[in-house]
């Protein structure tokens, strides 16, 4: 076979399936056909590294960690827009402009509410990327853009040339991104744009890629070497293989400009992604110098921003949810409206001190709107429709159990500190059961609620006792054997789980998926855990003083160390399978890796350095043993110098680690 040819042809077959699916949006492999190209491409890339592709699809998955991202100085600034909040603000710009042309077109040209970025590509292609910054000196992000499916890693034509797009996440993304982030006790981002700026600035590319990011690109710089119109621009960027916005229109008259800015509109409520305006242009790029700029935008276009959705509605009473780590959050009860295309009843007040801000009240009419086209919100109240004098009094005591709530001195929420609360229960229950804890088949949301209600589950060791009630449970509407023996089955299948699922499954509050799993290759099992102390657990990296007091809290309440020693008599796994550390001199050392190396990535020789037992770091002090310096090392290595820190080139570090036989 020849291996070099059929890596160049499964390369060209799976970014042809990319454009055809992240693109034009019209798959043409099955999702079971393009996994087994892309498996095979892989495996033939490990075993030939030399004949990997400049444009390997095998590049979107990540991978790469960067200790901080580099300054990029752009050749061409990233300007801003001048902004128009009404036709009047719009009509000003168009008059002032077909005063001194007769003959003006312009292009209008949906904004996506993203994070604009500029790409460079040599002979067709892709080199780098960088954030707009201060629109003079931005940041290379090339390692994350590059994972962006709908992203050509080579263009159709070998052309050099640099281009300008907006990276954005589409709301199935930010939705999944969330969901995932509840699940491991994380902080939620507030909209798609927090979350794609946040996402695009992650130091490790792996993450990024698993975000699913999309980019529309909208510019080319110094168009006028391509084409002669903004419009052409758009079609040579499509022609090239790029992702374009559908959502544009040339206008000739200010009524044609208007009515596209309707049409769009009411277009993007439909959308699968934000938008907050739309950006009018000059069409015509012989224009553009004469018509010139100011120091930070240039004249000869604007963005028209859309005047956010809202309506009024009528709260009708604030209730409140409990969820597992007892958290109280207040929740608008709304009197059904119409918001950015869909109906809204409910809406979170957030906190005591949202509402207090705000002074909302019962009966108030108030103004609500979708923050970021998704999530709805309270915004404010029209006092002039108000029939309520009764401010707002947070509850003092659970709305499930009754117990007296508790709010620290430095939090904003609300909490039920009764472990045995109902409400707590189900939403712990929920978790429990969850696929990123303890991955118990057929026991989701609406099963948990059912056998709740008739009693047969209200702790997570009933989980296990499940089929005990056999007999009983096939019986249930809506059941049967079949969904029974497949739920027992999952049930007995989740006791061999790695102890850090059923940690992370308990529910601690702060401790996610990845502080379970840190925990228990520290101390091994959960027994041993459950002995430690709060100045213990601090002296592991990335737990702090929050996560050890509610590590420490929770081993030392009675009421969970009974339910842990239920679970183990029942068979659950209380052991976890530990990295293995291998003996060598860097065990239990403080290391930083910088630079560049040419026979392996740095987020190898982490992995491989984490084996042996170091600690990697990202930033040099006088606690570093060790610096491990690529070409192109910079500061890092200056400060180990000056610091007197032992330095290892390449060379000598991969001696040491034995890693001699991937440079035959």
């Not at 030399?50 to 979107?60: L, R, V």
């Not at 589409?170 to 006790?185: A, D, G, I, M, V």
């Not at 009528?314 to 409990?322: A, P």
């Not at 009860?333 to 005591?352: I, Q």
């Amino acid at each position: 076979m020849d291996i070099l040819k059929k890596i160049k042809d499964l390369t060209e077959l799976i970014n042809k399936a990319n454009y055809e699916y992240h693109t034009l949006d019209n798959p043409t492999l099955t999702d079971y056909e393009y996994d087994k190209f892309l498996n095979e491409l892989k495996a033939l890339e490990s075993k030939y590294p030399e004949y990997k592709q400049p444009n390997s699809p095998t590049e979107k998955i990540g991978g790469e960690v960067l200790d901080e991202f580099v300054k990029v100085v752009h050749d061409n600034p990233m300007m801003s827009l001048n902004n128009a909040f009404d036709f009047n603000e719009l009509e000003i710009f168009y008059n002032r402009l077909n005063n001194e042309y007769n003959d003006l077109s312009y292009v209008s040209e949906l904004k996506i509410d993203g994070l604009a970025v500029t790409l460079k590509y040599e002979n067709g292609l892709f080199v780098s990327a960088a954030t707009r910054g201060d629109g003079t000196t931005g940041e290379d992000v090339t390692l994350n853009v590059k994972t962006i499916k709908s992203l050509p890693l080579k263009l159709t034509e070998d052309v050099t040339i640099e281009v300008r797009g907006e990276i954005f996440m589409p709301h199935k993304s930010f939705k999944s991104l969330n969901e995932e982030r509840t699940l491991n006790n994380e902080p939620l981002f507030a909209n798609p744009r927090n979350a794609a700026s946040g996402t695009i600035r992650q130091l490790d590319s792996g993450v990024v890629a698993k975000r699913n990011l999309d980019i529309f690109l909208y510019t080319i710089v110094d168009a006028e070497n391509y084409v002669a119109t903004q419009e052409e621009a758009l079609l040579y960027l499509r022609k090239l293989g790029f992702k374009i916005n559908p959502y544009y229109n040339v206008s000739k008259s200010f009524e044609e400009l208007i009515e596209s800015i309707n049409k769009y509109d009411q277009q993007r409520k439909e959308l699968g992604y934000d938008t907050d305006g739309v950006v009018i242009k000059i069409n015509e790029l012989k224009y553009h110098d004469e018509i010139g700029y100011t120091a930070r935008s240039p004249k000869w276009a604007i963005a028209y921003k859309f005047a956010p959705e809202e309506a009024i509605t009528l709260l009708k009473d604030i209730t409140f949810q409990v969820g597992r780590t007892g958290k109280v959050t207040p929740v608008a009860e709304l009197e059904p409206v119409l918001v950015s295309g869909s109906t809204v009843a409910r809406a979170t007040l957030h906190n005591e001190d949202y509402i207090k801000d705000r002074d909302i009240r019962i009966n108030d009419y108030v103004v609500i709107r979708k923050a970021g086209e998704i999530i709805p919100e309270v915004l404010k109240v029209d006092l002039s429709k108000r029939k309520n004098d009764v401010p707002f009094e947070m509850i003092t005591n659970c709305p499930a159990c009754n117990s007296s709530l508790v709010r620290k001195e430095d939090e904003a929420d609300y909490f039920c500190i009764n472990e045995l609360c109902p409400a707590r229960n189900i939403n712990s229950l929920i978790h429990f059961a969850s696929r990123v804890a303890m991955n118990i088949d057929g026991l989701g949301e609406k099963v948990v609620e059912t056998f709740n209600k008739l009693g047969y589950l209200n702790s997570i060791v009933d989980i296990y006792k499940l089929k005990d009630y056999y007999d009983e449970l096939i019986l249930i509407e809506g059941f049967g054997e079949k969904s029974i023996n497949k739920l027992v089955d999952s049930i007995e299948k989740s006791k061999s789980n790695e102890a850090d699922k059923l940690l992370f499954g308990l529910g601690i509050k702060n401790v996610g998926a990845k502080v379970a799993t840190t925990l228990l290759n520290h101390y091994g099992n959960i027994d041993n855990l459950k002995k430690t102390t709060i100045e213990e657990l601090e002296q592991i990296d990335e737990i702090g003083n929050i996560i050890a007091t509610n590590v420490y809290e929770f081993f030392n309440n009675e009421n969970n160390l009974v339910i842990l020693e239920e679970l183990k008599t029942l068979g659950l796994n209380f052991n976890y399978t530990k990295i293995e550390v291998k003996e060598h001199e860097f065990n239990n050392k403080r290391v930083v890796i910088t630079g560049t190396f040419s026979k392996y990535k740095r987020s190898e020789l982490t992995n491989i350095l984490k084996e042996y037992g170091a600690k990697v770091s990202s930033s040099v002090s006088k606690n570093t043993d060790y610096v491990f310096a690529g070409t192109d090392a910079g500061s890092k290595l200056d400060k180990a110098i000056e610091l007197n820190i032992k330095v290892l080139n390449e060379d000598e570090l991969l001696e040491r680690l034995g890693l001699w036989v991937k440079t035959l």
